[in-house]
């Protein structure tokens, strides 16, 4: 599975951008998929998740209500719609995908991943 994300780039903040991911490989439709974020001197952290018929979606607290992720199997993309951002969501947004096991917020338990976008929002 190969994933090429793109979408980043330059906002104010309280303005809005959508990041996505396009996915090549097998068996797509059948993994969940993720998006990370990792701003500079911090570690990766989890974002949003959602399972291969979208009756699973998962948000970190700090962009609940502001985030919405989604994905079009026929396509083999998952999109990242961020409203409302915040200089703190500064990133590069990375998306994922084959969650091994059931910790979805943490890094490691996934397998492919994409090589990222930057999304700076300024001040």
């Known amino acids: 599975v190969q994933l090429q994300a793109s979408g980043g780039g330059v906002v104010q903040a309280g303005g809005s951008l959508s990041v996505s991911c396009a996915a090549s490989?097998?068996?797509?439709?059948?993994?969940?998929m993720g998006w990370f974020r990792q701003a500079p001197g911090k570690e990766r952290e989890f974002v949003a998740s959602i399972n291969w018929d979208a009756s699973t979606i998962n948000y970190a607290d700090s962009v609940k209500g502001r985030f919405i992720i989604s994905r079009n199997n026929a396509k083999r993309t998952v999109n990242l719609q961020m409203n409302s951002l915040k200089p703190e969501d500064t990133a590069v947004y990375f998306c994922?995908?084959?969650?091994?096991?059931?910790?979805?917020?943490?890094?490691?338990?996934?397998?492919?991943w994409g090589q990222g976008t930057l999304v700076t929002v300024s001040s």
């Open positions: 490989g097998d068996s797509f439709s059948t993994y969940r």
């Open positions: 994922t995908t084959r969650l091994l096991a059931n910790d979805f917020a943490i890094a490691r338990a996934w397998t492919y």
